[in-house]
Nanobody, 126 residues
Framework: VQLQASGGGLVQSGGSLKLSCATSTLKPDSYAIAWFRRVPGKEREGVSCFSTAGSSTHYEDSVKGRFTISRDNAKNTVDLQMNDLKPEDTGVYYC????????????????????WGQGTLVTVSS
């Protein structure tokens, strides 16, 4: 199983980016599919999560109202639309998945996620 993350880039503060995580290699099952990020000077943190079991979504507090996670069934991707980006959003973003339901989305503990994509760099300039 290999996830593929894409969509990072350089954007000015207040701008937008859309990240995509290709999930076609996941076998049919219920998954929690999350976006994590590692920002300079901080540990990797969960940003947002989509639970395929009930299509529920979860967000870390600092991105609520700015980021939207969604699943595109036609493309087999889980996308993260990031609006009103701030310099503190700068970091390497990873998508990850684990079998299971909403529980794994609620806490977004990185060690509970089985499958990882490569990171994609997001840089927000002030």
């Amino acid at each position: 199983v290999q996830l593929q993350a894409s969509g990072g880039g350089l954007v000015q503060s207040g701008g937008s980016l859309k990240l995509s995580c290709a999930t076609s290699t996941l076998k049919p099952d219920s998954y929690a599919i999350a976006w994590f990020r590692r920002v300079p000077g901080k540990e990797r943190e969960g940003v947002s999560c989509f639970s395929t079991a009930g299509s529920s979504t979860h967000y870390e507090d600092s991105v609520k109202g700015r980021f939207t996670i969604s699943r595109d069934n036609a493309k087999n991707t889980v996308d993260l639309q990031m609006n009103d980006l701030k310099p503190e959003d700068t970091g390497v973003y990873y998508c990850a998945a684990t079998r299971g339901g909403d529980w794994y989305c609620r806490f977004m503990r990185d060690y509970e996620y089985e499958y990882w994509g490569q990171g994609t760099l997001v840089t927000v300039s002030s």
